[in-house]
C-alpha cells in the first residue's frame, strides 16, 4: 500500500535513542517521505545505530495483540518453540507468514503474528527509503528498498525466563548481521547498547518500536551507518548504566519480544557492485546468503 509521508518530529526519548515519528496519510502512490523525516532517521543510525520509531503502520492496539500471541505461540508446546543453547530463553524463528502455524493455539493468534509481519514489513521498506535518501541518494531513493523485495526476512519471537541476582547477561553481547532490525518489547528493561565505551540502557517508550542496523548496511554505508553491539543484561551484568535496582526487577519477571530480521536479497552483493552508486559499498564479494550462513555458523538461525 503506497502512502505519503509527512514531516518527521523528533523528541529527546535521549540523546542515542532518539524517538522519531513518522507521521503518514492516507493517499495512494509512491512513498514520498519528507526530507526532514529521512534526516532526522539517518542522524540517528549515524550516531548510535539506534533510533525509537512511532509510525501509524505499527498501532499500539497491534503492538499488544502480537506481543499477546507472541507469548501464547511460546507457550504452546509447538516444535517450533526452541530452547536457546546458552542464553535462559525459548525463541521460534519463523521465516515468512506462511510458517506460522501451530495446532495448539487459535486461528486469530496466529493472525495477530501474521498482522504484525506484514505491517512490520511495510515499516522496513518506509525506513530504507527514508535512509537512502538522508544519505544523499535522491536520485535513487528506492535502492535499498528495491533489494528487499524478496522479503528475505524473519521474525524471532523471544521469552527470556526470570533470573536470580547472580546472573549476567540474558543476552550475551552481540551485533546483527542484516540490514534493519525492528524491535519490540514489552517494556522489561535490561536491553543496553554499548555506544561510547559504556553499556547504556535502551529506553521503552510505549506505541514505539525499537531500530538498529545490522552489519551488513553498515558495510554498504561504509561505516557511516553503525551496527552496535547490544545485549539483555542481568543484575550481575559487567559495566552497566542501568540502575542495579531496575535490572533486579526486570530480572524477576519474563521478558517478551518480537525482533524482525531483514535481510536483502540473496544476489545483492552483486547488484551492488554493479550501482556505481558513490554512497555504497559492496560486502567483498560474497552473496548475503553466503555472508549470513557465516556469521549464523552455518544454518542462518542464530
Not at 543453547?85 to 519463523?94: C, E, G, N, Q
Request: charged content about 20%; glycine content about 8%.
Amino acid at each position: 500500500v503506497g502512502m505519503s509521508v509527512g514531516e518527521g518530529a523528533e523528541t529527546p526519548c535521549s540523546k542515542n535513542f532518539p524517538l522519531v515519528n513518522l507521521i503518514l496519510d492516507s493517499k495512494e502512490g509512491q512513498f514520498n517521505p519528507a526530507v526532514a523525516t529521512c534526516n532526522s532517521v539517518t542522524s540517528a543510525l549515524k550516531n548510535s545505530g539506534f533510533l525509537m520509531m512511532k509510525t501509524s503502520l505499527l498501532p499500539l492496539d497491534l503492538q499488544k495483540r502480537a506481543l499477546k500471541a507472541a507469548a501464547i505461540f511460546l507457550q504452546s508446546g509447538s516444535a517450533a518453540v526452541v530452547n536457546h543453547p546458552t542464553d535462559p530463553k525459548v525463541y521460534s524463528m519463523l521465516s515468512g507468514t506462511d510458517s506460522i502455524n501451530c495446532s495448539f493455539v487459535d486461528k486469530h493468534v496466529l493472525d495477530d503474528l501474521r498482522e504484525w509481519y506484514e505491517a512490520v514489513r511495510k515499516a522496513r521498506d518506509l525506513l530504507l527509503y527514508c535512509i537512502a535518501v538522508g544519505l544523499g541518494m535522491d536520485e535513487n531513493p528506492n535502492f535499498f528498498t528495491r533489494l528487499h523485495d524478496e522479503n528475505n526476512d524473519s521474525l524471532r519471537l523471544l521469552k527470556y525466563h526470570p533470573c536470580d541476582e547472580n546472573f549476567g547477561n540474558r543476552c550475551k553481547e552481540h551485533s546483527d548481521y542484516g540490514t534493519l532490525t525492528l524491535l519490540l518489547t514489552d517494556g522489561v528493561g535490561g536491553l543496553e547498547a554499548f555506544i561510547d565505551g559504556e553499556w547504556r540502557p535502551v529506553p521503552h517508550e510505549e506505541g514505539a518500536i525499537i531500530v538498529n542496523i545490522g552489519s551488513i548496511l553498515s558495510a554498504w554505508t561504509r561505516q557511516e551507518l553503525k551496527a552496535t553491539l547490544h545485549r539483555v543484561a542481568g543484575p550481575a551484568s559487567k559495566g552497566s548504566t542501568t540502575p542495579r535496582d531496575a535490572l533486579l526487577k526486570a530480572a524477576k519477571v519474563p521478558r517478551v519480544s518480537i525482533a524482525y530480521f531483514a535481510d536483502p536479497n540473496g544476489d545483492v552483493s552483486t547488484a551492488l557492485e554493479d550501482s556505481k552508486m558513490k554512497n555504497v559499498a559492496s560486502i567483498g564479494g560474497v552473496s548475503v546468503a553466503q555472508y549470513i550462513q557465516w556469521r549464523s555458523g552455518g544454518t542462518g538461525a542464530e
